[in-house]
């Protein structure tokens, strides 16, 4: 089983569209769980994207640990620029879901 990590940017998105998209939010981590093979790949295998209503929910995958970290939330409008500043900031990504792993 894979398991499902957030950023804070991640969980303030969650908690702003809970009440419109919480179901579809629910069943994204559900389906992340059970395989990362979900949603679109962004230019690389690992980074990929799971659109909900006129949202969209970006994650990275790190296979070799059975782990996704859900990033963030955007609309279609600021989706380059989202895209565009997670690919930025894979580095530091990689150390947040490190902290994480080694928390458990």
Same mark, same amino acid.
């Given at each position: !089983?894979?398991?499902?990590?957030?950023? #804070?940017?991640?969980?303030? %998105? @969650?908690?702003?569209? $809970?009440?419109?998209?919480? +179901?579809? !939010?629910? +069943?994204? =981590? #559900? $389906?992340?769980? *059970?395989? %990362? #093979?979900?949603?679109?790949? &962004?230019?690389?295998?690992?980074?990929? @994207? /799971? /659109?909900?209503?006129?949202?969209?929910?970006?994650?990275? =995958?790190?296979? /070799? &640990?059975?782990?996704?970290?859900? =990033?963030?939330?955007?609309?279609?409008?600021? $989706? $380059?620029?989202?895209? +565009?500043?997670?690919?930025?900031?894979? +580095?530091?990504? /990689? *150390?947040?879901?490190?902290?994480?792993?080694?928390?458990?």
């Amino acid at each position: !089983m894979v398991r499902v990590f957030s950023t #804070k940017e991640y969980d303030t %998105w @969650e908690r702003i569209l $809970q009440k419109e998209y919480g +179901d579809e !939010m629910n +069943d994204i =981590v #559900k $389906q992340l769980k *059970e395989s %990362w #093979k979900v949603g679109r790949p &962004l230019g690389y295998p690992f980074f990929r @994207e /799971k /659109k909900f209503g006129k949202y969209r929910a970006f994650f990275l =995958v790190y296979e /070799k &640990l059975d782990a996704v970290l859900l =990033v963030t939330i955007s609309d279609k409008k600021a $989706q $380059q620029d989202t895209i +565009d500043q997670i690919k930025d900031d894979l +580095d530091k990504y /990689k *150390e947040i879901i490190r902290q994480k792993l080694s928390a458990l």
